[in-house]
Protein backbone atom coordinates (compact mmCIF):
# COMPACT_ATOMS: atom_id res chain seq x y z
CA UNK A 1 0.00 0.00 0.00
CA UNK A 2 2.63 2.30 0.70
CA UNK A 3 4.17 2.70 -2.79
CA UNK A 4 0.12 3.13 -3.71
CA UNK A 5 -0.31 6.17 -1.12
CA UNK A 6 3.62 7.42 -2.67
CA UNK A 7 2.37 7.80 -6.20
CA UNK A 8 -1.29 9.41 -5.61
CA UNK A 9 1.15 12.35 -3.37
CA UNK A 10 3.68 12.28 -6.23
CA UNK A 11 0.98 12.94 -8.56
CA UNK A 12 -1.08 15.40 -6.81
CA UNK A 13 2.43 17.26 -6.31
CA UNK A 14 2.91 17.01 -10.22
CA UNK A 15 -0.53 18.09 -10.75
CA UNK A 16 -0.29 21.17 -8.46
CA UNK A 17 3.22 22.06 -9.13
CA UNK A 18 2.98 22.49 -12.90
CA UNK A 19 -0.32 24.53 -12.37
CA UNK A 20 1.65 27.55 -10.76
CA UNK A 21 1.50 30.69 -12.58
CA UNK A 22 4.75 31.37 -13.71
CA UNK A 23 4.88 35.19 -13.67
CA UNK A 24 3.02 35.11 -10.48
CA UNK A 25 6.20 32.84 -9.36
CA UNK A 26 9.04 35.30 -11.34
CA UNK A 27 7.55 38.22 -9.36
CA UNK A 28 8.00 36.56 -6.07
CA UNK A 29 11.77 35.67 -7.11
CA UNK A 30 11.99 39.55 -8.31
CA UNK A 31 10.49 40.34 -4.96
CA UNK A 32 12.81 38.03 -2.84
CA UNK A 33 15.83 39.37 -4.83
CA UNK A 34 15.44 43.46 -4.35
CA UNK A 35 18.99 44.57 -2.78
CA UNK A 36 18.86 46.37 0.39
CA UNK A 37 15.34 44.79 1.91
CA UNK A 38 15.03 42.52 4.62
CA UNK A 39 12.00 39.38 4.22
CA UNK A 40 10.48 38.03 6.78
CA UNK A 41 8.10 35.03 6.58
CA UNK A 42 5.14 34.24 8.97
CA UNK A 43 3.06 30.95 8.98
CA UNK A 44 1.85 28.81 11.97
CA UNK A 45 1.99 25.11 12.20
CA UNK A 46 3.39 22.96 9.84
CA UNK A 47 3.55 25.40 7.68
CA UNK A 48 5.45 27.65 9.73
CA UNK A 49 7.50 24.55 9.64
CA UNK A 50 7.59 24.57 5.83
CA UNK A 51 9.04 28.06 6.27
CA UNK A 52 11.93 27.51 7.80
CA UNK A 53 13.31 26.11 5.51
CA UNK A 54 13.14 29.05 3.31
CA UNK A 55 15.03 30.70 5.56
CA UNK A 56 18.07 28.68 5.95
CA UNK A 57 18.27 27.54 1.98
CA UNK A 58 17.66 31.41 0.78
CA UNK A 59 20.21 32.69 3.47
CA UNK A 60 22.43 30.46 1.45
CA UNK A 61 21.61 32.89 -1.42
CA UNK A 62 22.49 35.59 0.18
CA UNK A 63 18.87 36.93 0.95
CA UNK A 64 18.56 38.94 4.26
CA UNK A 65 15.49 36.49 5.68
CA UNK A 66 14.22 35.70 8.86
CA UNK A 67 10.90 34.26 10.29
CA UNK A 68 8.29 36.29 12.41
CA UNK A 69 9.08 35.67 15.90
CA UNK A 70 12.49 34.36 15.51
CA UNK A 71 14.86 35.62 18.29
CA UNK A 72 16.88 37.16 16.05
CA UNK A 73 14.12 39.18 14.32
CA UNK A 74 14.56 42.56 13.11
CA UNK A 75 12.01 45.40 12.49
CA UNK A 76 10.29 45.95 9.53
CA UNK A 77 10.51 48.74 7.24
CA UNK A 78 8.55 50.30 4.14
CA UNK A 79 11.13 49.17 2.09
CA UNK A 80 11.08 45.27 3.49
CA UNK A 81 8.93 42.22 2.48
CA UNK A 82 6.65 40.44 4.32
CA UNK A 83 5.88 36.50 2.84
CA UNK A 84 2.31 35.41 4.69
CA UNK A 85 2.01 31.97 4.27
CA UNK A 86 -1.86 30.28 4.62
CA UNK A 87 -3.69 27.73 3.12
CA UNK A 88 -6.78 29.10 3.68
CA UNK A 89 -5.56 32.88 4.16
CA UNK A 90 -7.89 33.12 7.17
CA UNK A 91 -5.62 31.80 10.01
CA UNK A 92 -5.40 34.81 12.77
CA UNK A 93 -1.55 35.24 14.09
CA UNK A 94 -0.50 35.73 10.14
CA UNK A 95 -3.40 37.70 9.12
CA UNK A 96 -2.56 40.23 11.96
CA UNK A 97 1.43 40.35 11.79
CA UNK A 98 0.41 41.28 7.69
CA UNK A 99 -2.34 43.84 9.09
CA UNK A 100 0.68 45.27 11.60
CA UNK A 101 3.06 45.38 8.70
CA UNK A 102 1.17 46.93 6.49
CA UNK A 103 1.02 49.70 9.47
CA UNK A 104 4.90 49.93 8.60
CA UNK A 105 4.28 49.98 4.63
CA UNK A 106 5.96 46.93 3.97
CA UNK A 107 5.35 44.82 0.66
CA UNK A 108 2.89 41.89 1.99
CA UNK A 109 2.91 38.56 -0.49
CA UNK A 110 0.31 35.81 0.16
CA UNK A 111 1.38 32.28 -0.55
CA UNK A 112 -1.82 30.45 -0.26
CA UNK A 113 -5.08 28.29 -1.77
CA UNK A 114 -7.36 31.12 -0.96
CA UNK A 115 -7.89 33.78 -3.54
CA UNK A 116 -9.94 36.99 -2.37
CA UNK A 117 -9.18 35.40 1.38
CA UNK A 118 -8.80 37.80 4.19
CA UNK A 119 -4.87 38.05 3.90
CA UNK A 120 -5.39 37.79 0.18
CA UNK A 121 -7.31 41.22 0.44
CA UNK A 122 -4.80 42.97 2.03
CA UNK A 123 -1.47 41.83 0.28
CA UNK A 124 0.26 43.72 -2.77
CA UNK A 125 0.78 40.65 -4.45
CA UNK A 126 0.33 36.44 -4.34
CA UNK A 127 1.25 32.91 -5.14
CA UNK A 128 -2.27 31.24 -5.28
CA UNK A 129 -1.46 27.39 -5.53
CA UNK A 130 -3.95 24.68 -5.64
CA UNK A 131 -4.86 22.95 -2.96
CA UNK A 132 -6.91 21.76 0.51
CA UNK A 133 -7.30 24.03 2.91
CA UNK A 134 -9.16 23.98 6.59
CA UNK A 135 -12.07 25.37 4.92
CA UNK A 136 -13.36 22.83 2.81
CA UNK A 137 -14.27 24.63 0.15
CA UNK A 138 -16.01 23.39 -2.95
CA UNK A 139 -14.07 24.71 -5.62
CA UNK A 140 -10.82 23.09 -3.74
CA UNK A 141 -7.71 20.73 -5.06
CA UNK A 142 -9.26 17.09 -3.87
CA UNK A 143 -6.38 15.93 -2.19
CA UNK A 144 -6.27 12.32 -0.79
CA UNK A 145 -4.30 14.39 2.19
CA UNK A 146 -5.39 15.63 5.35
CA UNK A 147 -6.47 18.92 5.95
CA UNK A 148 -3.20 21.38 4.31
CA UNK A 149 -0.88 18.77 4.09
CA UNK A 150 -0.80 19.24 0.13
CA UNK A 151 0.19 22.88 0.51
CA UNK A 152 2.74 22.42 3.34
CA UNK A 153 4.54 20.27 0.36
CA UNK A 154 4.18 22.57 -2.25
CA UNK A 155 5.39 25.55 -0.07
CA UNK A 156 8.63 23.19 1.02
CA UNK A 157 9.26 22.80 -2.26
CA UNK A 158 8.63 25.92 -3.76
CA UNK A 159 11.38 27.27 -1.90
CA UNK A 160 13.81 24.57 -3.43
CA UNK A 161 12.70 25.75 -7.11
CA UNK A 162 13.03 29.06 -6.16
CA UNK A 163 16.12 28.63 -4.89
CA UNK A 164 17.25 26.67 -8.32
CA UNK A 165 16.03 29.93 -10.17
CA UNK A 166 18.35 32.04 -8.16
CA UNK A 167 21.26 30.20 -8.71
CA UNK A 168 20.38 29.67 -12.71
CA UNK A 169 19.98 34.02 -12.60
CA UNK A 170 23.17 33.82 -10.87
CA UNK A 171 25.02 31.57 -12.45
CA UNK A 172 25.99 30.12 -9.32
CA UNK A 173 27.23 26.73 -8.53
CA UNK A 174 26.59 24.58 -5.82
CA UNK A 175 29.97 25.87 -4.34
CA UNK A 176 28.97 29.58 -4.89
CA UNK A 177 25.99 28.41 -1.97
CA UNK A 178 28.04 26.64 0.40
CA UNK A 179 30.19 29.62 0.97
CA UNK A 180 26.98 30.86 2.96
CA UNK A 181 26.07 27.38 4.83
CA UNK A 182 26.70 26.50 8.54
CA UNK A 183 30.10 25.23 8.83
CA UNK A 184 30.19 24.53 12.91
CA UNK A 185 28.18 21.17 11.84
Known amino acids: MTKNWTK ?22 EELCKKERKVFVVGVGRVLISLKSWVKRLCHMGIDINFVGSETE ?36 YIGCTKDSSIDQI ?24 MSTLFEQQLF ?15 WNEEVVKEKHANLE
Open 8 to 29: LILLELNDTLLAIDENKMDDLI
Open 74 to 109: KPIQNTDLLIVASSSGESIFPYQIAKKAKKYNANIF
Open 123 to 146: SNNRLILKGHTKLSNVNEYKSIQP
Open 157 to 171: LLCDIIALEIMHKNS
